[in-house]
């Protein structure tokens, strides 16, 4: 069965620095992958996604992310946060077997220092 | 504009009262999803639906019931709130499985 693991619950960050938020996940095949952003309050926003192609995917917000087939890994990069990056984030996993269920890891909270 | 709508965005209800959560798409989507989050817990899904009268339970087991009338709507209900229902609910909708969710801002159900 496939799962997702975020190692980091928190996150703290200053702002302008760099940011990498970790994410594996286990499935047989390669599987869809997403990130998705949580602002306190709000319903979730898709950050970018992969599914087929280069391994290195640009999202929205400056937010890019690697697919490594080898670490079974999918990190979210950032080069420079910004104050209003604050948020919760999700990994999330999709199979390619036809059922369309996401699984999601137990989310990442950014806090941003100023 | 596309979107998916959830009303209320916070509700508040005593022990033992029937409540529905809505979920509107506009987007055509055929398959729709209801999550439940807790605070600093990961999303779990409840129920969801790939079309028209067509419905399943998710891998949470749950007391609410869905329905799935017609493409655009797919609501939730519980028929008697007890305070172990207070949570968020997230609903969701997609297209294909390789281009992600579009969710709802959520509905925040406090039972009391």
């Known amino acids: 069965a496939q799962s997702v693991t975020q190692p980091d619950i928190h996150i703290t960050v200053s702002e302008g620095a760099s940011l990498e938020l970790r994410c594996n996940y286990s499935y047989g095949a390669t599987p869809y992958l997403f990130w998705y952003v949580q602002s306190p309050g709000q319903g979730l926003q898709l950050l970018l996604k992969?599914?087929?192609?280069?391994?290195l995917v640009q999202g929205i917000k400056g937010f890019e992310a690697e697919f490594k087939r080898s670490q079974s890994s999918f990190n979210l990069r950032k080069p420079s946060v910004h104050w209003s990056d604050a948020a919760e984030y999700f990994c999330a996993v999709g199979t390619t077997s036809g059922t369309y269920k996401y699984i999601f890891g137990t989310g990442t909270r950014l806090k941003v220092l100023a | 504009e596309a979107d998916i709508y959830q009303t209320p965005r916070y509700l508040v209800i005593g022990t033992g009262k029937k409540i529905t959560l809505e979920c509107s798409q506009t987007m055509g989507h055929d398959k729709m999803y209801w999550y439940q989050q807790d605070p600093g817990m990961e999303l779990h899904l409840i129920h969801y639906?790939?079309?028209?009268?067509?419905?399943e339970k998710g891998d949470l087991s749950s007391e609410s019931t869905v329905s799935r009338i017609r493409t655009e709507h797919f609501p939730l209900t519980l028929e008697s709130a007890r305070p172990s229902h207070t949570s968020q609910y997230l609903c969701?909708?997609?297209?294909?499985?390789?281009?992600?969710?579009?969710f709802g801002s959520g509905t925040r159900l406090t039972v009391v």
């Open positions: 969701a909708s997609s297209d294909r499985g390789s281009y992600g969710y579009t």
């Open positions: 992969y599914f087929s192609g280069d391994t």
């Open positions: 639906s790939y079309g028209v009268n067509s419905t």
